[in-house]
């Protein structure tokens, strides 16, 4: 028994390593300056986002970061497929499988699907066939959480797009609103993802909002009967709402986190000190966000031969 268990730790641990080091080694900030010179794919996703920013639609900048995260955390690192950050979520549903996109965590929730259209439109006319919706997905995070006000980073590009979505993977691997500090560690290691980047990557609820139906902690702005317009969305940032900053940190030290899975992280448990540091120091919370989004975004990506360039995000091509 225990030489079966071994094995079974030693391929697991494989898989892990497979998932990060053999995928990210494909990737490169200058990907498609070869196969596209003329291509300015960040001022193009940089524009598109401004637009949208500009025209008062403030909360698209954190909905792009939150579609990174779920097309990022479902399928990674999971020892028989070894897919991620592959724009799967994007995909509609279809007569072989159903999309990720009316899963639990997604339906109700995730938006800027019609932002990514309009980048990818942008892109094509440019520069036709070459570029992938999930490098559009990964650049849109960087920029929307940059025009919030928060850090930038480089973005190594090459990742191709997926040919199919799991329904069931997005249900069960992305983390719930109550979840406990020890599940969320498990789901985030499970990934390949410490517990320091889980801290870090959670404060990306520094900016946006959520529906009541998930807020257990803080309800001032939710309806009080449990049912009734539980979509309306309350702020997971008590004060700064569409401002990437590190005040995520102090509405938890203060015990005013929205969500329960928020409040985890400080109370009384193994993060409690990380919370303090990152409410008292957004340089040191910036940092350590950063190096968690390019880890992330590195869980194995499709490269090379795999999946495909998709000419449209919604589906797959023919």
């Known amino acids: 028994m225990a030489s079966a268990n071994a094995g079974r730790s030693s391929f697991l641990l494989l898989a892990l390593l497979l998932c990060f080091s053999t995928a990210h080694g494909q990737l490169s900030e200058t990907f498609y300056s070869s196969a596209c010179p003329s291509l300015n794919l960040t001022g193009i996703v940089n524009r598109v986002l401004r637009s949208e920013l500009s025209n008062g639609n ?10 990174f995260f779920h097309d990022c955390f479902p399928q990674g690192c999971d020892a028989s497929v070894l897919l991620g950050c592959d724009a799967s979520i994007l995909l509609d549903d279809t007569g072989s499988f159903t999309g990720e996109k009316t899963a639990f965590p997604n339906v109700n929730s995730v938006r800027g699907y019609e932002v990514i259209d309009q ?4 892109v094509e006319a440019a520069c036709p066939g070459i570029v992938s919706c999930a490098d559009i997905v990964a650049l849109a995070a960087r920029d929307g959480t940059f025009l919030l006000g928060g850090p930038t980073w480089n973005v190594s590009l090459g990742r191709r797009d997926s040919t199919t979505a799991s329904w069931s993977q997005a249900n069960s691997d992305l983390p719930n609103p109550a979840s406990s500090l020890a599940t969320l560690l498990a789901a985030f290691g499970n990934k390949g993802l410490n517990a320091t980047d889980m801290t870090a990557l959670s404060g990306a609820h520094t900016v946006g909002f959520t529906q009541c139906q998930f807020a257990k902690l ?14 309306v969305l309350a702020p997971l940032d008590v004060q700064t709402q569409v401002t ?16 329960h899975s928020d409040q985890e992280l400080y109370n009384g448990g193994s993060q409690d000190a990380l919370v303090k540091k990152y409410s008292s120091n ?36 023919n």
């Open 218 to 231: 803080r309800r001032s702005n939710c309806p009080r009967t449990k049912g009734v317009n539980d979509t």
């Open 282 to 317: 957004s340089a040191a919370f910036f940092a350590d966000f950063v190096a968690a989004m390019i880890k992330m975004g590195n869980i194995s990506p499709l490269t090379g031969a795999d999946g495909q360039i998709r000419a449209n995000c919604r589906v797959v091509n």
């Open 58 to 67: 403030q909360r698209m900048g954190a909905s792009l970061l939150r579609l």
């Open 119 to 122: 980048i990818k439109t942008n």
């Open 244 to 259: 990437f900053d590190n005040a995520y940190y102090g509405d938890l030290t203060k015990y005013k986190g929205l969500l």
